[in-house]
């Protein structure tokens, strides 16, 4: 993957992300910034998410980017929900 399309999806991960509640976005620092193992789940979970992002492997930023997409998906119908009831 060439650096302008790198770039392209970590962008669109940090827009999907933006769009997640904060529990998700713990479940993403879980799943890419312990480098392999490396780095403590404390860590992790404290780090930016940016950094997070501009961590993830070329190799596995489209999956990244399908379960960050799966993710807003599925987060839709409970946003539509709870906009409703708070329009009330």
Request: net charge negative; glycine share 4%.
């Amino acid at each position: 993957m060439n650096d302008q399309l790198q770039s392209f999806a970590r962008k669109e991960l940090l827009d999907g992300l933006a769009q997640l509640p904060a529990s998700w976005q713990r479940t993403f620092r879980l799943m890419y910034g312990r480098k392999n193992g490396k780095r403590s789940v404390e860590d992790a979970e404290i780090m930016p998410i940016e950094e997070v992002v501009n961590e993830v492997p070329e190799e596995r930023l489209d999956l990244a980017m399908q379960q960050i997409y799966a993710s807003i998906k599925k987060n839709a119908p409970q946003k539509s929900a709870e906009a409703v009831v708070n329009s009330i």
